[in-house]
């Protein structure tokens, strides 16, 4: 695939914040909903965050409603995550995820090929 590319990862302190972003090449991805999925050792993928075509609708998994926040900007091709208070139950490899149903999905069709997060105590 190769059209999502994730950057921003690396290793923070406990309580700690990091800004994940993922960028799209194409254009027919500003109208795709996307997501973002982490991956902690031993577990399978979860949905974190998704966000809709237009940034206009937003969920978010229990175990980082309040903590996380999702965003888009289609004009400079990049979907954000924030990533606040993070703790070491946070690490784990972070995936975007696009949708070409356009609306928060449980399908999502292109991945990213992830970036890693690490949170020291």
């Known amino acids: 695939q190769g059209q999502l590319a994730e950057s921003g990862g690396g290793s923070v302190q406990a309580g700690g914040s990091l800004r994940l972003s993922c960028a799209y090449s194409?254009?027919?991805?500003?109208?795709?909903?996307m997501a973002w999925f982490r991956q902690l050792p031993g577990q399978g993928r979860e949905r974190v965050a998704a966000?809709?075509?237009?940034?206009?609708?937003?969920m978010y998994a229990d175990s980082v409603k309040g903590q996380f926040t999702i965003s888009r900007d289609n004009a400079q091709s990049t979907v954000y995550l924030e990533m606040n208070s993070l703790e070491p139950e946070d690490a784990a490899v972070y995936y975007c995820a696009a949708s070409a149903y356009g609306e928060i999905s449980s399908k999502y069709e292109y991945w990213g090929p992830g970036t890693q997060v690490t949170v020291s105590s």
């Open positions: 194409e254009r027919r991805f500003t109208t795709y909903g």
């Open positions: 966000i809709n075509r237009w940034g206009t609708s937003t």
